[in-house]
């Protein structure tokens, strides 16, 4: 028999293995509350201290830096790196060897002009160079053009990448590769410079063994999923994601299950949910891991939601307000000093239960962000992502 999963127990067993229904206790490191959520979105690293603060009882983001970098600047039980859909992430340092085998395994794009895009051997020689320019060494960008130019040649410097209303040197179309390979991460900012060095070294598992693990731990923090629902997580071809499913249920590693009258998919045995849906009030930040991979999107962003805190069906580009495990508005922080003011718009009214609750999750944003909150229910007028 088919077994059947609402859409109700699925959200309660997501928030449940993300900690987002009890925080993890002050004992679990840091680099265990990312790996539940498969990595943070650390595009805004400030947003990205949030998402793990908000699930680890006690951490701020002194704890989150203090991860990422040890005293000499070298990186430490946490990793910012390319991750998936090419994009910033915190990613556990000990999961290097599975996340460059699965990311640098998913078929590229090819969304430069021919004129403009690397052959597959000047990538490859430009990861090589990046990895040997950053060995011990740490790195503005500026820096590291002079020295992949200086190990490749002339053509890798050639100003022919739009970005950001400019061009860019052509080998910084294959930036996210190096960081998915292992060649680079981010390190210390040098002032207001971004800096990049080498992460430890490490070899990478086997790619059929990283895309199975991978697979599986997607489906136990935001299954049940379709592969559609995979590739767009990572940003992957539609086809090569069924594919990889296939293979995965023919070999007894995922299994077929009805949700919420969709065939979708779970890991093998993982089959057990909990019995009452999700209740209580969270606020998680920009480009959240929940929000960015829990499907199907329009279950979770209901009715006004998808108008308000999507973009364009993206989501992310707003901090949004989860009530009983949908999203229910949007908010945004301003900081002042060592004060900050939280400004939530609910697309519904509130119960004077949540709203107390709200008020506890708007300290605790705070007490993350080591800044003193202030709560202001009303309309949000700050755009995506600002």
Known sequence: ??????????????????????????????????ASMLAAHAQVLSAAEVSVGVRAAG???????????????SPASL???HGPRGTVHLLPTGELPLWSAALTAIPGTGRFAPDIRLTDAQATEV???????????????????????????????????????????????????????????FGPNRGRKVTYTRPPRFTPLATAEALRTLVGRYLRAYGPATPPDFAKWLAAPGGWATALFETCAAEGGIEEVDFAGTRAWLAAGD?????????GVRLLPYFDAYVIAAQPRETLFPGAAYRRALAGGQAGNHPVLLVDGVVAGVWHQRRHGRRTTVTVEPLGQLTARQERELGERTERVGEVLEARAELVIGKVTSGPHA
Not at 12 to 22: G, H, I, P, S, V
Not at 131 to 156: F, H, K, M, N
Not at 271 to 279: D, L, M, Q, S, Y
């Open 1 to 34: 028999m088919t077994v059947r999963i609402t859409w109700e127990r699925a959200s309660a067993r997501r928030l449940e293995r993300q900690f987002l229904d009890t925080p993890a206790g002050t004992g679990t490191p840091v680099a265990d509350v990312v």
């Open 59 to 73: 951490r701020t983001r002194t704890d989150v830096r203090a991860a990422l970098w040890q005293a000499d600047g």
């Open 79 to 81: 990793l910012k790196a």
């Open 127 to 185: 990861v090589a160079a990046v990895a040997d320019a950053l060995d011990g060494r740490t790195l503005t960008i500026d820096e590291l053009d002079e020295a992949v130019v200086a190990r490749t040649g002339p053509w890798a410097g050639d100003r022919v990448m739009p970005a950001f209303q400019d061009l860019w040197p052509r080998w910084r179309q294959v930036l996210h590769r190096a960081g998915q390979s292992g060649a680079l991460c």
């Open 271 to 279: 089959t057990v949910f909990p019995e009452e849906p999700a209740r």
